[in-house]
């Protein structure tokens, strides 16, 4: 055999190689969490009641959902949390529609008190989702919601 021929099969053989790896590596790769169907409101307190900060969305990844932390901010102060932030706030509480799936809800009671102190305007409320395999999404602005006195 000469050395053209053998040279020729050997890169051959790397390229036919290279493309099978990729896309065997492309097959098994995970895919980052997905959040949909995102809103958020408040709900001022009234009479007796107290009132609350809400957000809900569907979130989905193909090896399931295993955490969603959500954090609110007034826009006016133009915060601008990172993934990192969101690590080390509060999480949703998630209820699997299926095995990818789950549906989450965040709710914030927010006393006569508290409600005093918010900041009036539009704020804005980030999200970082965590799906069971490591992936994680950060949505730095998922939805906004209006706070009036």
Not at 62 to 83: F, H, Y
Request: include cysteine.
């Amino acid at each position: 055999m000469s050395k053209r021929v053998l040279v020729s099969s050997v890169i051959g053989v790397a390229v036919v190689g290279a493309v099978a790896a990729g896309g065997f590596a492309v097959a098994f790769a995970g895919t980052q969490p997905t959040v949909e169907s995102g809103s958020a409101a408040y709900v001022a307190p009234s009479g007796k009641d107290a009132g609350k900060v809400s957000y809900t969305a569907d979130v989905s990844d193909d090896s399931g959902v295993r955490e969603v932390r959500i954090i609110a901010w007034p826009v006016s102060t133009k915060l601008n949390p990172t993934a990192t932030d969101l690590q080390f706030v509060d999480t949703a509480t998630c209820s699997p529609t299926s095995d990818e799936t789950a549906h989450c809800t965040y709710d914030l009671k927010v006393t006569r008190q508290r409600a005093a102190r918010l900041e009036q305007g539009t704020w804005q409320v980030s999200v970082l989702a965590t799906a069971e395999d490591g992936d994680t999404k950060f949505v730095p602005r998922a939805a906004t919601f209006e706070v009036t006195r």
